[in-house]
């Protein structure tokens, strides 16, 4: 088991965005079953699809369309020795990426001179996991046939995007597919039953997020399938890569108990896992504009650079 905390006074930033990510009402929502249940059912498809805005970028972006979805190629230098990473966002497996998200992927790409491939996959209600997956392991498939160097391959998401990296990593396995090096993990939801007692202890410190509401959205994506599934919920599953896992979480963050415990279950199966931990930081915090993102990030860099 290997949990690092970070060690520094929190910073006025991370505060004042608390302060303010309270104000806008999400949690009221995601502590009530049928304000939530109605949030989905609300969520229409657009006659326009969702298109990131151009001024998001400073690399070369490509847009292509596969299997079902588009998908954005950010700093493609069309040179087999690049870095590669395949990032998927996340966003409550019903939202499209932010201009948080589009922040976070721009640096990475600048300061590791990555290619990074970013699929906008289905999403609730309209689709469930069946659907994401079906199109994103084929597209996985199609990104290893360019990887010479495992070594310069890496996975990465956040919160529920996090969540379908570890279903695909199990899918990976099953196909003996070729793995990535690494698996960045940002806030990820690793247990979709939400049932861990432990998340009343951090749930009030969490400024967004709340069980009663997840456990709506749970239902959504997994469609027919049991959400105790270890594709929809890895800590039930077994894993057996040679890729190294690494997740940065929060502790006002109600998916921290579970990440702790993935932490503890991945150490037992023999896995290389280090969780970095960061006190009284939010759901996701190195995507937002916080100080501590900034040692996130490059804590990312850095690892992804050895």
């Known amino acids: 088991m290997s949990i690092v905390f970070y060690d520094k006074k929190r910073s006025i930033s991370s505060h004042l965005l608390e302060t303010i990510l309270r104000s806008l009402?999400?949690?009221?929502?995601?502590?009530?079953?049928?304000?939530t249940r109605n949030l989905v059912l609300n969520k229409k498809e657009k006659k326009t699809e969702y298109k990131a805005k151009k001024r998001f970028f400073s690399r070369p972006v490509a847009l292509i369309r596969k299997y079902n979805m588009k998908v954005y190629m950010i700093n493609d230098q069309k040179d087999s020795n690049q870095k590669t990473i395949l990032y998927i966002h996340g966003g409550a497996w019903m939202n499209q990426p932010l201009w948080v998200h589009w922040n976070f992927i721009e640096y990475m790409a600048r300061h590791l001179e990555a290619?990074?491939?970013?699929?906008?996959?289905p999403k609730i209600p309209h689709h469930n996991y069946y659907d994401a997956y079906s199109s994103l392991l084929l597209l996985y498939s199609d990104i290893i046939e360019t990887i010479t160097d495992r070594k310069k391959f890496t996975v990465m998401g956040d919160s529920a995007g996090a969540n379908i990296i570890l279903g695909l990593i199990q899918m990976i396995e099953a196909?003996?597919?070729?793995?990535?090096?690494?698996?960045?993990?940002?806030?990820?939801?690793v247990d979709m039953t939400f049932s861990n007692p432990d998340i009343r202890k951090y749930e009030k410190s969490d400024p967004r997020l709340a069980p009663e509401g997840l456990k709506v959205i749970?239902?959504?994506?997994?469609?027919?399938?049991?959400?105790e599934n270890p594709i929809l919920s890895p800590i039930f599953g077994k894993f057996n890569t040679k890729a190294k896992f690494i997740h940065f979480i929060g502790t006002h963050d109600i998916l921290y108990p579970d990440a702790v415990k993935f932490d503890r279950k991945l150490t037992e199966e023999g896995m290389d896992?280090?969780?970095f931990?960061?006190?009284?930081?939010?759901?996701?915090?190195?995507?937002?504009?916080?100080k501590e993102?900034?040692?996130?990030?490059?804590?990312?860099?850095?690892?992804l650079h050895s």
């Open 115 to 121: 290619k990074i491939i970013v699929p906008i996959y």
């Open 277 to 290: 931990v960061y006190p009284k930081m939010n759901h996701v915090f190195p995507v937002l504009p916080v």
């Open 25 to 35: 009402g999400t949690k009221k929502i995601y502590s009530s079953y049928h304000e």
């Open 175 to 189: 196909r003996n597919l070729r793995e990535p090096q690494n698996i960045i993990l940002l806030s990820a939801c």
């Open 218 to 227: 749970a239902e959504f994506w997994a469609g027919q399938l049991d959400v």
């Open 273 to 275: 896992i280090t969780t």
């Open 293 to 303: 993102a900034s040692h996130a990030r490059k804590k990312i860099i850095e690892i």
